[in-house]
């Protein structure tokens, strides 16, 4: 066991558990942030994805001790309202069938665009292709990221 | 052209006026709400706990009914949105129905998942493609009848005849006094009134809800991750519980040693559960591959996960099993061999069977004469693996029993089914039990099988605590359960004029065959041979979107394809002819397809995808199925990049009568045929000994986004037929449009899926 002190969406939290503890089972067991889905455990599905700093990270992945200093975000707090620009967009396209991908996407997708706001198809295509939709909505999560880059653009 | 292609009179009677009480049976039940307003529920004696006696005095001819809302006394109406939520949007569509009928502005109603009740909803299931067709009626005169009775309330405070009374967007109009006022005001004093006998519905030209495109309720929760889905549950107390399940069909459990892992932090417990009672005669929902299990009980997901591996557990071979099941009300003989398959042998197996004369399910005309005769046969096999389904949120449930009472929450299609499973198991009558219901993340039919309810129910008791068991994704893709393994061979005998003469299919799988006897071409052609088979295993397989339908739509139309290419006939124009001799003249005593619609998608399909214009380099295949009473046609284009095929539009056309929620169902469409490319040409488990050699998402491969098609067109026929399924429609069809494309594109015929077995290098 040790004692970690994380920043979660704006937040200073402590915590002590095992190092080992991936940052999923962390945030969803310990600070019960449960918009951060399981899928798979071994980064090969996506649904996990959070903000390390800036980058899109599968918190799966990470063990809490790995973390350090560095601000975590979860979907929860990707913004007050649900009003990021990626989020609007999805909303906008209605984009998710059973949704439980889409949380991991959104996080995917708004890491992406942050680094680059003008992307082109294929660069889309390489960015997402790590975030499986098993009910198969890519076409309209490609119309949701162009839309939510023409927002960031005409921010 | 507009997508209304063809008028026509509904098969089903125009309803207008629909009775509510059939008999003195039937009731609906009426309630005034603490603080006003007033609660309106559907409760039929079907749907009811009834004794034996009440059984018997039943009439046969039930109202599939179900409805239930809310109306506050400041006029909020809340709708209750009956069937369980796998993605396929009803907890949207259904309440849009009540409140067409209801006369309310759909922005301000609530939505609320409604908990199993089965003295309220009857069929709170999720399957078949079967919520939308099997509610519509029931969900129409739920809003139809509140509407009644605030309609009526008014005409007393009023004093005016209730016929003068207008409604819209829940508010009451008597335009010659120029009054009106809000549901709200009125509510509780409609409440109070009888039921109507009789209601009258809307005419479906008078529809401002139904077939205008509304947003997803839960849209809002689902980008900003609020718990909705049952992993998401959390409780005061609750612990984790993991199982561990063999590793192989064909294996049992012999010896646990449970030392190390009960010193390790944050557990409280490893034990073995037996899931069923010995004497219980499972149903079909019961279905499961393994019975006796390890359980590990802990404080956290990742605690429990550790522990779950330092378990030294001894397996030794099960025996083989025969047992009875009951399903759907008769008793069925169920045999699970012994031993440890491989898929090696399994292919073997079934080509052995594909080759010898099998059980004759249909047989039109002299199939055996004209083959002999036939100035060309035509004969080729097909072949799809086993699948997982994968849901995204891996199996799990939440259950928290207590002396006398259990209240389960979570992700299962079959609420009512595992109920009574639960309720069985845990000793407990049915009414003490209480099942609630969350979002699910996926279904595609492995959730109908809701074992894990049973077995969260178990642990929880054994524990005294509130406890969510959690199937890891190693669990869920590993120990079942499966689409079947299918093949299918055909025939077909051309004459010298190449006209289709004689066409045989002998289809057949393990454990199951995936044959529709009566399906097209059936009833099309003169001569026709259908036969099918099964090899027993001891791999547990189940529904999986669209099952059977999901290989063999492919199958037959990739095969008709090549068919039509031997006659140097256009391969829409082939099925077609077919369609219309099968319209006119129909072969066979019983053809479960309607002939007209199936052309009207083909030749809807056919304009919209601008077929016979064909560009350089874009390479089309064109499909077309009917399952779960609904129609649809394809056509993909695909071209090739860098040598490899890549999708570039499909264009669909869907007969599904009315859509009650345009943009959701071309959503449900879009993600139909994603999931059929995507499975047909990348997905597969494979057996080695009894044990699935892909166990996660680095060896299993499924679509991703670059290989998803990078346009999808869907156009639905106009029509005022009641609707019918599209969870599943979508999904089979696209695999013989993919084939085909494929053979365009590469000039090489694909029989066997996946098409495209290379490893997905992602992550």
Redesign the interface.
Known sequence: ?ANFNLNINGKKQQIDL?PT??ML?VL???F??????????????G?CTIHLGDNAVRSCQLPVSAVGEQAIT???G??EN?DHPV?KA??EE?V????????GQ?MNASAFLKSNPNPT?EQ???A???????????????KAIKKAAAHIENI | MPDRIRRRTPKIKEMTLIKTTYNRRSFLKCSVLAGGGMMLGFSWLASCKPTPEQVRSMPKEWFEINGYLKIGDNGRVTIMSPNPEIGQNVKTSMPMIVAEELDTDWNEVIVEQAPLNTAIFKRQLAGGSQSIRQGWEALRMAGATARHMLVMAAAEVWQVPAEEITTEARTLFHKTSDKSMGYGEVASAAAKLPIPEEVKLKDVKDFKIIGTSRKNVDGLKIVTGQPLYGLDIQKEGMLIAMIAHPPAFGLQLKSVDDTEAKKMPGIKDVFTIQTFNEDYKKSAFDNCSFTNLVVVVGNTTWEVMQAKKALKIEWDRSPAIEEQMDIFGRTMDVRFPAGLESSGAHREAMVEKAGIKQNVVRKDGNPEAVFKKAAKVIERSYSCPFLAHNCMEPMNFFADVMEDKAVLNGPVQTPEFMERSVAERLGLPLEKVDIQMTRMGGGFGRRLYGHFLTEAGVISQRMKAPIKLVYTREDDMTTGIYRPAYHAFYRAALDKDNNLIAFHVRAGGIPESPLAANRFPAGGVDNYLAEDWSIDSNITVGAFRAPRSNFIAGAEQSFLDEVAEEAGKDPIEFRLELLKRAQENPVGEYNDYEADRYSGVLELVREKSNWGQEQDGIHRGVSAYFCHNSYVAQVLDMTIENDKPVVQKVTAAIDCGIVVNPDAATNLAEGGAVDGIGHAMYSGLTFKDGVAEQNNFDRYRLIRYSEAPKEIETHFVQSNIDPTGLGEPPFPPIMGALANALYKATGQRHYHQPFITEKAVVG
Do not use: F
């Open positions: 066991m095992d503890t991936p089972w969803r067991d310990h019960k942030l449960v918009g951060t889905k399981y899928g798979c455990g071994i980064s090969q599905c649904a979860t979907i929860e990707l913004s649900g989020q999805w909303l209605d998710y069938q059973c949704g439980y991908c889409q949380a959104i198809d889309i295509e390489t997402m292709n790590g975030n499986i939709c098993r009910c198969g909505t890519y076409t309209r999560i490609k």
